[in-house]
């Protein structure tokens, strides 16, 4: 896999649980007082504004038994309609946010200047793990060792 899609993936984790808890609730709470509103507008075989205008008014209070009366009334042909609508424009909008979070190259979220450089004590070739000038968590720069031992200290000094 390559790097932009496996850093979206860590980064997003969280978000693709409360984008499927999000969606249920949208589902629930809001799809179907619109589509049961939709069929109970055009019972009749026309639209009739009013009625849809107040059918809503009133399921929009009670989501749950709404939801119940879409299967009951018949309305599940609209709910489902309505439900795909809303679902591809909400994934979209997920997608656009799951893109715009993919790391901009290979070594984003790396951290510079510690010892991560090496891996399974190679730095202890060079570095001692016990005492000397402290450079990180257990990496030590000897005193007592042969050649250049000069330290460029970089970062704040606080005395206060």
Request: glycine content about 8%; overall charge positive; cysteine-free.
């Amino acid at each position: 896999m390559n790097y932009k899609l496996e850093g979206a993936l860590r980064r997003n984790r969280k978000n693709f649980i409360i984008f499927a808890i999000l969606w249920v609730f949208i589902a629930v709470v809001l799809v179907s007082p619109i589509a049961y509103s939709y069929h109970m507008a055009t019972v009749s075989g026309e639209m009739n504004a009013e009625v849809l205008v107040k059918t809503f008014g009133s399921s929009i209070t009670d989501p749950l038994g709404t939801f119940g009366a879409v299967f009951t009334e018949g309305a599940v042909g609209n709910y489902f309609s309505t439900l795909l609508a809303v679902t591809i424009f909400y994934a979209l909008f997920f997608f656009i946010g799951f893109v715009r979070t993919a790391p901009k190259n290979e070594f984003t979220d790396i951290e510079h200047g510690s010892s991560d450089w090496s891996q399974r004590g190679e730095q202890y070739q060079i570095l001692s793990k016990n005492k000397g000038i402290i450079l990180a968590e257990d990496n030590y720069l000897p005193v007592d060792k042969r050649g250049n031992v000069n330290v460029l200290v970089v970062g704040r000094i606080r005395i206060w």
